[in-house]
């Protein structure tokens, strides 16, 4: 029977206790321990006598930087769709977090400004606000202190099959050690590689398909600082500017901030153009002076460091969905299929619905013998979803240059209507923002109500937000 791209976001979404699992598999191999490999292994625990996660690095028992995650100290949010997700995997999971110094933002302590101007409240979304190295160290705590999860260091070298399915995964010894490679017998794989994934390579050695891969140039910087916060409990805890996109790039086109553990302001500061990179002290706090107040206060305080820069060239995907050929009981999540712009705030919680599309899976009584293509079908669904939110907000800048969808026009004004009215009328931004927050799927904007309320508040308004360009 059909199912609307919406419902199914809607089922996946849901903030439900998990029921109904069983035990379908021996031995699970998760290859990458940051977050999409740990949620992974979590819902994996429901399904497999064991999970083995394999990661090249040594992963700390505490919160800190890890070789493979560059981008960790950038501003990471977990939004209200994957906050959801944690909470269903990791009951208590919110109170955890709290207690350990991350702020559960209302949407009364979230503000965003368009251009300057404010933005009503939704009322109904809000963040667990940390950053990536905090959140990432309990969702390990509490993925491996599960009895059947275990940790392998090493690394992940190919994929061995039998009878049109995946059966191990060739392993040797991380860099600066010896020692001879060795196969782990496995059920179930999951690729959580990240956007540098070698499945792609392995499959087309090995004579499968290889998927394609759709890029967006986006050539962003990011520079982040962070800052002594001298409240524990700010008025404000997280805020995004944003501008509308110029022929001449601004030299802060969006700026985000949040309160984050150990009392301190996490500021990342994005631009485009081909600029110089932000990396000097006394400029930072001169570009966050420009921006809304909470941004010019917080830079007041000690710098914790020196302003921490990256670059990100393209969005990109790879659609296994498409595939005609491809191994049973092998999926792939994370940015290992699919990453975005950054300042949208989509990857974990992309993570976190990606695992709960594993978890719809095996609870579906799926005939491993076959490859997974349920799974992907699901999943495509929050792919196209995340892809969708990023992708056409980057199109709107006049350095990017497509690759645009078919009905690109129609959808941007479409769009460019309920942006708009979102700003000042509660009832489109409750809509607006279940989209953005990962809560709801990007068509269900698309209902005619919505779209006549938009009209009515900007026919309404004087004085338009913005000239169109």
Request: with cysteine; aromatic share 8%; glycine share 8%.
């Amino acid at each position: 029977m059909f199912e609307s791209a919406a419902r199914v976001f809607s089922r996946l979404s849901t903030d439900e206790p998990i029921t109904r699992t069983e035990v379908l598999m021996g031995r699970a191999v998760v290859l990458g321990g940051s977050l999409a490999g740990l949620l992974a292994a979590r819902v994996l625990s429901d399904h497999a006598e064991s999970v083995m996660i394999i990661e090249r690095d040594a992963l700390p028992p505490a919160a800190a930087p890890r070789p493979g995650t560059p981008h960790d100290g950038q501003l990471h949010t977990l939004m209200h769709g994957g906050r959801m997700q944690l909470q269903r995997l990791f009951p208590g999971f919110e109170d955890e977090a709290q207690a350990g110094g991350a702020m559960v933002s209302s949407p009364y302590t979230i503000r965003a400004y368009a251009d300057g101007v404010p933005k009503v409240s939704d009322g109904t979304m809000g963040l667990i606000s940390s950053s990536r190295p905090f959140l990432e160290s309990l969702v390990r705590r509490r993925t491996l202190a599960l009895p059947n999860v275990k940790v392998l260091t090493c690394r992940a070298k190919g994929l061995e099959f039998r009878g049109g399915a995946v059966s191990g995964v060739r392993c040797g010894p991380v860099v600066g050690s010896v020692g001879d490679e060795w196969v782990e017998d496995a059920d179930f794989v999951v690729d959580a590689m990240g956007r540098a994934s070698k499945l792609a390579d392995w499959l087309e050695k090995d004579g499968w398909e290889r998927p394609a891969m759709r890029r967006m140039a986006i050539d962003i910087d990011y520079a982040t600082g962070y800052f002594r916060r001298t409240t524990s409990d700010p008025e404000l805890a997280a805020a995004i500017a944003y501008r509308t996109p110029t022929a001449i790039p601004p030299r802060v086109a969006s700026g985000a901030i949040t309160a984050i553990e150990d009392d301190r302001w996490l500021i990342t500061l994005a631009n485009y153009g081909k600029q110089a990179p932000i990396r000097d002290v006394e400029e930072f706090r001169k570009l966050c002076g420009e921006l809304p107040s909470v941004y010019r206060e917080a830079v007041e305080g000690e710098p914790l460091g020196d302003i921490l820069t990256y670059h990100q060239a393209d969005s990109r995907r790879r659609d296994y969905h498409l595939l005609k050929r491809f191994p049973a009981r092998l999926i792939s999540v994370g940015d290992a299929v699919a990453s975005f712009n950054p300042i949208y705030g989509q990857g974990m919680s992309s993570a976190a619905l990606h695992a709960s599309c594993l978890s719809d899976y095996l609870r579906s009584a799926p005939d491993l013998r076959r490859p997974t293509r349920g799974f992907f079908a699901t999943q495509r669904v929050v792919v196209d979803a995340a892809w969708q939110i990023s992708t056409s907000a980057d199109l709107a800048r006049p350095d990017v240059h497509g690759p645009y969808p078919r009905g690109y026009r129609l959808t941007k004004w479409f769009a460019e209507q309920i942006a708009d009215a979102s700003v000042t009328d509660r009832k489109v931004a409750v809509r607006f923002n279940s989209v953005t927050y990962m809560r709801s799927h990007p068509s269900s904007l698309a209902a005619p109500s919505t779209l006549l309320r938009a009209l009515r508040v900007n026919h309404s308004s004087r004085q338009p937000r913005r000239e169109r360009g």
